[in-house]
C-alpha cells in the first residue's frame, strides 16, 4: 500500500498537471530527417534523367522547348531498340508507342540514335514511325562544341 510515484515530489500531484498537454516541440529530429531526404534527393536527382547511354551526334540547331517528358526511342551503339527506358524488339515499337502515346499519332516521338550505330537502323525505326502514323518525329543531339 506504500507504494511511491517515481518522478513526483513526495508522491503527490498538483491539480493542473494531470493531463496538461506537453507544448515544447522538438525540431531537431525533423531537421535532420529533411537533411538526409535532401542529401538522397540531391544525389539521385542527376541520376534519373540519364536513361539509355548514347553517345549522340553533335548539330547547331536550336534546342526544342518542351514542358512535358516527352516519348523517346533511343537505338544505342549494338543496334538494340528501347521506348524510354525499356529494351523493345522492333517489331513491338509501334504497339506499344501507339499504346503509351496520350495524344496519338500526333504525340512528338524524340529518336537518339548513337553516332557510331549504322544509320539504316535508325532510318528503319523511323520508317515504322512514319508508316503508323507518327509525323512528329525529332532527332536528338547534342550542341556542337565550338572550337575557338
Same mark, same amino acid.
Given at each position: &500500500?506504500?507504494? =511511491? *510515484?517515481a518522478?513526483?515530489?513526495?508522491g503527490?500531484?498538483? $491539480?493542473?498537471? $494531470?493531463?496538461? %498537454? &506537453?507544448?515544447d516541440?522538438?525540431?531537431?529530429?525533423?531537421?535532420?530527417?529533411?537533411?538526409v @531526404?535532401?542529401?538522397v534527393? &540531391?544525389?539521385?536527382? %542527376? @541520376?534519373?534523367?540519364?536513361?539509355?547511354?548514347?553517345? *549522340?551526334p553533335e548539330?547547331?540547331?536550336k534546342?526544342?522547348?518542351?514542358?512535358?517528358?516527352? @516519348?523517346t526511342?533511343?537505338v544505342? =551503339?549494338?543496334? $538494340?531498340?528501347?521506348?524510354?527506358?525499356?529494351?523493345?524488339? !522492333?517489331?513491338?515499337l509501334v504497339p506499344k *508507342?501507339?499504346?503509351?502515346?496520350?495524344?496519338?499519332?500526333?504525340? $512528338?516521338v524524340f529518336v537518339?540514335?548513337?553516332?557510331?550505330?549504322?544509320?539504316g537502323?535508325?532510318?528503319?525505326?523511323?520508317g515504322? *514511325?512514319?508508316?503508323?502514323?507518327?509525323?512528329? !518525329?525529332? @532527332?536528338?543531339?547534342?550542341?556542337?562544341?565550338?572550337?575557338?
Open positions: &500500500m506504500g507504494a =511511491s *510515484l518522478g513526483q515530489t513526495g503527490r500531484r498538483r $491539480r493542473g498537471q $494531470r493531463n496538461r %498537454p &506537453m507544448s516541440i522538438n525540431v531537431t529530429p525533423f531537421v535532420d530527417v529533411m537533411l @531526404l535532401l542529401i534527393f &540531391m544525389v539521385t536527382a %542527376p @541520376l534519373l534523367t540519364v536513361g539509355v547511354p548514347i553517345d *549522340l548539330s547547331k540547331a534546342q526544342l522547348d518542351s514542358k512535358k517528358e516527352p @516519348l526511342i533511343s544505342d =551503339s549494338e543496334g $538494340r531498340v528501347f521506348l524510354q527506358d525499356t529494351e523493345i524488339t !522492333i517489331d513491338e *508507342l501507339t499504346a503509351v502515346a496520350e495524344q496519338g499519332v500526333e504525340e $512528338r537518339r540514335g548513337d553516332q557510331s550505330v549504322d544509320y537502323t535508325v532510318m528503319r525505326v523511323m515504322r *514511325l512514319n508508316a503508323a502514323g507518327f509525323n512528329r !518525329i525529332a @532527332l536528338v543531339t547534342q550542341m556542337e562544341q565550338s572550337d575557338q
